[in-house]
């Protein structure tokens, strides 16, 4: 599943993402490995319900761990 991440301090246009792993608290997603989403950092989740329009969810950043071509970004859905 793909989606778009909007992230504090970023101007727009919003990150592309691919989503590895949904669970009850949180998401972990693959990005660019240029990235640079901090642990504690804030932002938006957006993903497309089908025939639904698009979903927004605030989420944090808890960590990121870099690959050659591409980093793997674990975040928490923020309440």
Known sequence: MEGWLQ?????????PVE??????????VWVDPQLDLPP????VLITQAHGRGCG???VKGCWQVRGG???LVGLAFDR
């Not at 504690?40 to 932002?43: C, N, P, W, Y």
């Open 7 to 15: 992230w504090e301090g970023r101007v727009l246009p919003a990150i």
């Open 19 to 28: 989503i590895a792993n949904f669970s009850a608290g949180g998401v972990a």
């Open 40 to 43: 504690g950092g804030h932002g």
């Open 56 to 58: 927004y969810r605030p």
């Open 69 to 71: 071509s591409r980093s």
